[in-house]
């Protein structure tokens, strides 16, 4: 497939976080579950969405962080916090349709 790349990184922490964040453009679409790396791709005006097919955004992202940061302190105090619920059908329906809405955005603006 011509528009795909493979491309391997060096070992390290938030290598492949780094290479993504440096490569995205505006109107790219990125899939992540990373809050972090998806607020670095938002500050490049790339599409970003969660796995399950919630977008982050400028107005979201904010809120993801600190829920992220609250979730860490809690889990370093030894708080016991559950993790994400299983990916379902719904999920996958969501996430397809999300998908789908962010490449027909995408192709808008290129």
């Keep these: ?3 795909i790349e493979r491309v391997i990184v ?3 922490p938030d290598v492949a976080d780094d290479w993504i964040a440096d490569q995205a453009e505006p109107w790219d679409i ?3 579950n990373d809050i ?11 599409l970003v969405l969660s796995g399950k097919g919630n977008p982050f955004t400028p107005d979201s992202i904010g809120m993801a962080l600190a829920s992220r ?5 809690l889990r ?7 993790g994400p619920a299983p990916f379902g059908p719904a999920d996958r329906s969501r996430f397809l349709q999300a998908l789908d809405q962010a490449v027909n955005r995408s192709k808008r603006r290129r």
Excluded: F, N, W, Y
């Design 1 to 3: 497939e011509p528009l």
């Design 10 to 12: 060096d070992a390290g």
């Design 30 to 32: 990125v899939v992540t």
């Design 36 to 46: 972090p790396l998806a607020g670095r791709c938002l500050e490049k005006q790339a």
């Design 69 to 73: 940061s609250i979730g860490e302190h």
């Design 76 to 82: 370093s105090m030894g708080e016991v916090t559950r």
